[in-house]
């Protein structure tokens, strides 16, 4: 049996069409109720996006399509491991092993798009890319100025010494 689904025209940032099957488009909520305010219309679909560069809709039409072929198992919280590969499949662990512009670049574009397992997907990635990390380096990460004096950065760390400790449980109240 034929499937009677149409394509859908993404539009990327640059004006760079991608041709997409409308039900690979439609993971995106964005794309799912633009085509759905348009239905009385049989034209062509195309649907301008311009928060998402070509490079970066390219690798959401990627996820989408394997999605398609092989859902991904969902991200539940609290995680059971700080390692992708023990949290999804392989496929889409391998994924998000990308260089760090492209994986924040993948994070606003499947917010932006409103595609739920690839936000969850992309914010794991980064969550375990920050973990353990000094405020120093997340400055670095995230291209953060520090605006504390040495005087107030050492208060603060002084005031927050408790949470750089080991998660050892409270020592036990005398009686």
């Not at 993971?27 to 239905?39: A, G, N, P, Q, R």
């Not at 953060?144 to 208060?155: D, K, R, V």
Request: hydrophobic share 40%; charged share 30%.
């Amino acid at each position: 049996m034929e499937s009677e689904e149409g394509t859908v025209t993404l539009i990327s940032k640059e004006g760079e069409s991608f041709s997409v099957e409308e039900s690979v488009a439609k993971m995106s909520k964005l794309v799912e109720s633009t085509i759905d305010d348009d239905d009385e219309e049989e034209e062509a679909k195309e649907i301008q996006l311009p928060n998402v560069k070509a490079a970066v809709l390219a690798k959401v039409i990627e996820y989408c399509e394997h999605y398609k072929m092989e859902e991904m198992t969902p991200i539940t919280t609290p995680l059971k491991s700080s390692k992708i590969e023990d949290l999804v499949q392989p496929w889409y662990a391998d994924y998000v092993k990308l260089e760090q512009v492209l994986l924040f670049e993948l994070v606003t574009a499947a917010n932006f798009m409103d595609i739920k397992p690839l936000l969850d997907l992309t914010c794991l990635a980064v969550s375990v890319m920050i973990k353990g990390k000094s405020a120093e380096e997340l400055r670095r990460i995230f291209n953060l100025s520090n605006e504390f004096t040495p005087e107030e950065e050492a208060q603060v760390k002084e005031e927050n010494k408790w949470a750089e400790q080991p998660s050892n449980p409270p020592p036990a109240a005398a009686p």
